[in-house]
C-alpha cells in the first residue's frame, strides 16, 4: 500500500524511523528492520554505504534497483515495494516492504522440502510474478530462494533487482556492463542460466530456468546442481548433470526439465505470444484458478516461526550513525544461544559442555543450514563479515570461527567456500586498530578488517580458540 500523499510530499530521512535489527546484509549493503516514528509502522531498510558503492564500483546497480523498482510499483503484490528513497553525507536509504516471515530457504530448511500442495501453490505464485517481469520488459537475472521473501499473510515477496535487466535500455549501457562481466557472470552459481554462463544475452527465459531450479528445491529440499566450487557448479549446469531422487512425482519432474533446457528459446513459456500461457496449461498446475489463488498452505514448520518474531525495543532513538550501526551489527554477530548465567561474567568462547556442544549444533542446522554445510558440520563459534585482502583488491568475505578448529571464509552473495586460514601452534592473530587485524600463520600473513569496528573481539576469539586447542605447556 501506497504512503499518503501527505507522506509524499516530506523528505524522509534517518531520523524518522527507529532502526531495531539487522535482518540482511549483501555485498555493500545492510537491511535493517525499522519503526516509522510518526504512523509506527514498520518496514525493511536498506542502507548503502556510499564509500563501498564507490570503491566497489557498483553504482550502476544500485541505480537499476532503483529503477526497476519504480518500474514494478505498487501493482504487483509479489514484489517488495519502494516507499521512499533518501540519503546523507555517507550512505544512501531504500525504505522497503517488510517481509515479516523471512525467506523461502529459511523455510526450505525448517521443512526439509515442501509437500507437493505447496509447492504448486508458491510454484504458481512465482510464475505470476515472472509474468508480470515480462510484460515490465524485466528479468531478474538472480531469482533464487534466498531473493524470495513472505510478507505476515505468506505470500510471496520477490527481492534483490541489483541484477536485473530492464530490456530495451540503451544498448550501449548494456554493452559496458558485459565488458565488465567478462570473467564474471550475473547471478547465484547454483540458480544461473548457461547462457548468462555463455555470456550471451539474457532473456525472461533466463528467470524460467531459475524457477525450475526452485521447483525443484522446493520439492527434494536440495538445489539440483551442487559442487564444492563454482566451477564444477558451472560445468554440471552446462551438461545439465543433475538428478531426480527415487520416487519423484513425475508430473514435477516433466515440468521441470521443460524448464531446465539448455536452449532459452525452447523452455516452456520462453515463446508463448500470450506470457506464460503453456505454464499455466501444464498439468502440473491443473487444479490452480489462476484468478484466484486461494489461501496459502499451511507450512509443517509455520508454527514454529512465533519465537523468530522481531520486536523493536521501546528504548532506542530515532536515527542511524556510525555508533548505532555498530551496536545493531554487534547484536546480530552474536551467538544465538541461551543467556549465560550471572555467576559466569568471564566465560571464555570455547567452554561449552557437550550438552551446548549438542544443542548448538542443532539449532545451527536448522537456523543457519547454508554455513552449516560449508563449515563441514563444525559449530560456529563467531562470524561475521569481513574485508579480505590479496594485493590490492579486497574481497567480502563472511569469516566463520568454528571448533575443530577452523576459520573458513565464504563468499556471502555466492555462498561458496573461498577458503580457510590454517590452523598451527604458530597462527596468532594481530590487532591494528579496532577494524583492522591480521592472523599470522607460518606461510602467510591474512589482512582482514572488519566493517563495523570489531577487530579485537575477533583477536580475543581466535586466541581463545587457540588456547583450547594448543594449551601453552607450563614449565
Known amino acids: 500500500m501506497p504512503p499518503p500523499n501527505d507522506e509524499l510530499v516530506r523528505k524522509r530521512t534517518s531520523a524518522d524511523f527507529v532502526f531495531g535489527k539487522v535482518i540482511g546484509e549483501g555485498s555493500f549493503s545492510t537491511v535493517y528492520l525499522a519503526k516509522d516514528v510518526h504512523t509506527s509502522r514498520e518496514f525493511a531498510i536498506k542502507v548503502l554505504e556510499k564509500r ?7 553504482t550502476e546497480y544500485v541505480t537499476r534497483e532503483k529503477k526497476v523498482l519504480q518500474i514494478l ?8 515495494h519502494l516507499y521512499y528513497t533518501f540519503q546523507d553525507t555517507d550512505r544512501l536509504y531504500f525504505v522497503l516492504t517488510y517481509a515479516k516471515n523471512g525467506e523461502l530457504l529459511q523455510q526450505i530448511n525448517k521443512d526439509g522440502a515442501f509437500s507437493l500442495e505447496c509447492t504448486k501453490y508458491y510454484a504458481a505464485e512465482l510464475v505470476l510474478a515472472l509474468e508480470y517481469l515480462k510484460l515490465k520488459g524485466i528479468v531478474h537475472r538472480d531469482l533464487k530462494p534466498e531473493n524470495v521473501l513472505f510478507d505476515e499473510n505468506w505470500h510471496i515477496l520477490i527481492i534483490d533487482f541489483g541484477s536485473a535487466k530492464i530490456l ?15 570473467y564474471s557472470f550475473v547471478g547465484t552459481a547454483q540458480y544461473v ?39 564444477l ?46 505454464i499455466r496449461e501444464h498439468e502440473f498446475f491443473r487444479e490452480i484458478n489462476w484468478d484466484d489463488l486461494g489461501p496459502p498452505p499451511n507450512f509443517s514448520a509455520k508454527c514454529e516461526n512465533s519465537s523468530d518474531i522481531v520486536i523493536i525495543p521501546d528504548d532506542l532513538e530515532p536515527g542511524l550513525d556510525e555508533e548505532k550501526a555498530s551496536r545493531l551489527h554487534f547484536r546480530m554477530l552474536q551467538p544465538q544461544t541461551p543467556p549465560r548465567k550471572k555467576s559466569e561474567p568471564n566465560r571464555k568462547i570455547t ?90 600463520t607460518p606461510n602467510r600473513i591474512y589482512y582482514l578488517e572488519d566493517p563495523d569496528g570489531y577487530a579485537l573481539e575477533w583477536c580475543k576469539a581466535i586466541d581463545e580458540v587457540k588456547a583450547y586447542y594448543y594449551p601453552v605447556q607450563q614449565l
Open 52 to 58: 563501498h558503492i564507490i570503491r566497489e564500483k557498483k
Open 73 to 80: 510499483g505498487s501493482s504487483c503484490k509479489y514484489f517488495v
Open 168 to 182: 530495451g535500455e540503451d544498448k550501449s549501457s548494456d554493452e559496458e556492463s558485459q565488458k565488465r562481466r567478462k
Open 193 to 231: 542460466s548457461p547462457e548468462i554462463l555463455n555470456d550471451d544475452e539474457s532473456t525472461c527465459a533466463s528467470d524460467l530456468w531459475a524457477l525450475g531450479c526452485i521447483i525443484y528445491q522446493m520439492l527434494t529440499g536440495q538445489m539440483p546442481f551442487r559442487g564444492p566450487s563454482e566451477y
Open 233 to 278: 557448479i558451472f560445468q554440471k549446469i552446462l551438461k545439465l548433470d543433475y538428478e531426480f531422487p527415487q520416487g519423484f512425482d513425475k508430473v514435477a519432474k516433466d515440468l521441470i526439465e521443460k524448464f531446465l533446457v539448455i536452449a532459452p528459446s525452447s523452455r516452456l513459456g520462453a515463446t508463448d505470444q500470450v506470457p506464460y500461457k503453456s
Open 351 to 440: 567452554d561449552l559442555s557437550q550438552e551446548e556442544i549438542e544443542q548448538r549444533l542443532e539449532q545451527q542446522k536448522s537456523n543457519n543450514s547454508v554455513y552449516h554445510e560449508l563449515v563441514e558440520g563444525n559449530l560456529i563459534l563467531k562470524q561475521g563479515i569481513v574485508e579480505k585482502r590479496k594485493g590490492i583488491f579486497p574481497r567480502r568475505r563472511m569469516l566463520l570461527l568454528t571448533l575443530g578448529p577452523h576459520l573458513y571464509y565464504v563468499d556471502p552473495v555466492t555462498m561458496t567456500l573461498k577458503g580457510e586460514i590454517p590452523w598451527s601452534d604458530d597462527l596468532k592473530p594481530e590487532a591494528k586498530n579496532f577494524k583492522k587485524f591480521f592472523v599470522h
